[in-house]
């Protein structure tokens, strides 16, 4: 299989999906400590920032979403099911969970949610694609 447009924008939304606990990560650290930090986390005791919570669940919501996009991406990648539209899908998926992450950290929920809808716009699109290949 060839690295399709569609592949290598899901490898950049998984990379980054994978990078995402870096920020929350690092500021648990500056305000532990590293030692407390790297322990079993007491939030009760130690909370983390009001962003970093707020990042910690973009994160998490960037990890469902990358679960149902990825098969779909992968699926249509087998069946040659490339169009144009599935290539702006995969570019506007990107850019919508970065953006997601972005703004849930920095507490923005009005474009949260149109990012969020964007990106779950994107995955429909794989999904009509694959199925209109079968037809």
Partial sequence: MKLTPELLFLTLA???TALMWLPYTLARMLKWGV?????????AQRPDPVWARRAKLAHANAIENLAVFA????????IGASTPGTVLAAKVYLGARLLHYLVYAAGIPLVRTLAFLAGFGATLVF???????AA
């Fill in 71 to 78: 098969p779909l991406v992968l699926v249509a990648a087998a």
């Fill in 14 to 16: 998984a990379s980054a």
């Fill in 35 to 43: 030692p407390a930090a790297l322990a079993n986390p007491d939030t």
């Fill in 127 to 133: 999904a009509a694609a694959i199925l209109g290949h």
